[in-house]
């Protein structure tokens, strides 16, 4: 047995372990239910060993799907309620007419999945194309980003906002702390927190900042997740519209292997490629958020601020590969891409998602390193990721210089997309539209 057939055994226990017959939980002590963009890295790296079940993810998650097109953050096990909070009692979506028969939050998390569907169906067409998957997903993929295009896009510029700082997957990134200081952290709903059995408090958000996730997300559900009311949190990422520009892509892609138009979506794609444009930072050099409630741009550089780079043809392209080779992430030669500006007075190298490294992070930017041609430095993160994601038991986040691994393990992203990196690399050229398959 060599070193990859080791990691390609361990990385496919903890996914057997996790995967509850029709998904993966992302951990099964801190994070017991189905998380969006979890299912769509795990199902990304569950495609090369088992294509169905990569499938049969991604299913699951849109069976969840609202009636307004949403995708929601969690769909959860009622079984396992008392395990995570804010759980199914919190959020009843029973009660609101657009919610699916099964409970979930009414918040989104950022949309990856047309992306995974797209490499799903490569992975395996002849199987793809028997059981109708982009067929079935096809319509639903659409409805999802007609949602964030007519309900989300509250800036008025093409982009969707976040209503919460869960939404962008990177919870209490220093992009939000502004924002949030003008969120009051005293909700009704009583703050509890088993995630403190699983991990400990200093690499978890604090009690101040839990307050304030509890107190907009009750505001949320308040009103009934409806979009068009007020929010007192409203922020343009830049990593979750990327991830949408991304897989408006495949949509376009997938449109054309059904023998649908693809126009619309390559509209589309254009049109965001140019509105992201609106988030560079000149300063920094890099993408940063906009708070859309003030009007005006976050300048903190965070590894979601380099995570355009996985679109082809972006325009500030060569200044945002030199600032993230550059001191503030890849100079000093981390292990892996910090998450935080590692010049930043408040950089904090274990805590969360203010400076370790993340694997999902750091596989977004090998994509975007090898896609512009800085693949020698792409091909050192990918095989430091795939060692530290083996050595430490697959960990949520390490330390960007010394691997030490923080908060959960077993953790179903980091197996996945360790396990993708075993596979061909992407290219460039795989990004680009292809001649037409034939329709099915
Ligand atoms: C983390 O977020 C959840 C809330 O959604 C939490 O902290 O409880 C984030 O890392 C998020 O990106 C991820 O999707 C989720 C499950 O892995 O955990």
New binding site residues.
Partial sequence: MNGADDLMRAARKVLDTNWVGTHTL??TGL?PHQ?S??SAFIAMGLRHVDPTRARQELESLFAAQWADGRVP??VYDVTRDDDYSPGAAFWQSNQIPAAPDVPTTGLV?PPNHAWAVWEIHKADPEASTTSKFLRRLYPKLRAWHDYLAERRDRGGRGLASIVHP?ES???NSPLWDAALRRVPDTPRHPILRP?LQHADSTE??SAKEYGRYFWLAEQYRDQQCDDASDSSFLMEDPAFNALWARSEMALAEIATAIGTDPRPHQDRVAVMTQAVEDLYDEHLGLFVARDVLEGSLVSKATISGVVPLILPDLPRAASVLQTVMGPRFLQSEPLMVPSYDVLAKDFEPSQY?RGPAWFNMTWLVILGLRTYGAGAEAERLAGNMRHLAHQHGFPEYVDPWTGSPHGTRDFS?TAALALDLLSTPYHRASMRPKSPLPAH
């Fill in positions: 992302p951990a994070y998380w963009w979890d953050q969690i998390q869960w997957g990177m919870d995630d978890r958000p998602w992203w």
